[in-house]
């Protein structure tokens, strides 16, 4: 089993950046590569963007290119994600995924409102 536990969300203004983390427990030695997603009220959930096991950042969304960051320190079992410039568009709730052993696992997401 593996548990996800997200941090980091809030209000900022539009412009402005917050850091969320994502502290992985439970059988971490089996975790293989994390992303994070976001998910607006009715619509589905996607991804945002997602990193190897290794901490090598594999994709991220075209509408975050070059304004959010991934990285992932396996010593401390974390995933981040650095969002700058934030725009209203990115009011949404984020959750982190990661798989181990063939499941996939989500955090309870953390609510990021950013504000014209």
């Known amino acids: 089993q593996v548990q996800l536990a997200e941090s980091g969300g809030g209000s900022v203004q539009t412009g402005g950046s917050l850091r969320l983390s994502c502290v992985i427990s439970?059988?971490?030695?089996?975790?293989?590569?994390g992303a994070w997603y976001r998910q607006a009220p009715g619509k589905e959930r996607e991804l945002v963007a997602r990193?190897?096991?290794?901490?090598?950042?594999?994709e991220y969304a075209v509408s975050v290119k070059g304004r959010f960051t991934i990285s992932r320190d396996n010593d401390k079992n974390r995933v981040d994600l650095q969002m700058d410039n934030l725009g209203p568009e990115g009011t949404d709730d984020y959750y982190c995924?990661?798989?181990?052993?063939?499941?996939?696992?989500w955090g309870q997401g953390t609510q990021v409102t950013v504000s014209a």
């Open positions: 439970g059988k971490t030695w089996t975790v293989g590569p």
């Open positions: 990193i190897t096991r290794g901490g090598v950042p594999r």
């Open positions: 995924y990661a798989s181990a052993q063939g499941l996939g696992y």
